[in-house]
């Protein structure tokens, strides 16, 4: 079964401090993989997917097969990078279906 | 960008009422929207899909007729909970696909069965 796994509930750093929030998942195929973050009292949104390969607000993540792993970093936290992150995996040919890991928690201090 | 809206925000109904939930994607066309729960401190847990036309493909230990799902057209998706109980009480969420394969999620509605 597909399963995302996100080993931390919260991930406390200060401002101006590298940021890697973990993500490794169990697929046998090739699969699809997003970061979704949830500010405060917003509706989930899309930050990046693997295929586009970009960098949003600073963020990026590599999508390592071997390590069926997908992290997502930045190189300095702002404040403002505070909210709920959710790494999520979509199947291929079933239906685009997402499958959340259980979310991290980022604080960013000042 | 793509705006899905949900309604309402909330209800609080007595146990055994129903309760409709609507979702639309507001500038798109969306063949295909998701329905999903989460519970206080955890994760978004996916209920079934819903395809424009057809029926909804529901998860694995989540009941057909106790979650009624309609996706009339391309910018509508309904979620109906029948017969609601304290235990139905949750935040449903709604997301909308677009042509890119891409999911916009709406802001929820938290539901309170008394």
Redesign the interface.
Known sequence: AQRVTQPEKLLSVFKGAPVELKCNYSYSGSPELFW?VQYSRQ????LL?HISRESIKGFTADLNKGETSFHLKKPFAQEEDSAMY?CALSVPGG?????????TRLAVHP | GAVVSQHPSWVICKSGTSVKIECRSLDFQATTMFWYRQFPKQSLMLMATSNEGSKATYEQGVEKDKFLINHASLTLSTLTVTSAHPEDSSFYICSAMDSQETQYFGPGTRLLVL
């Open positions: 979704y509706r989930l949104q899309l997917r959710y239906y685009n279906k997402l499958i959340f890991g259980a979310g």
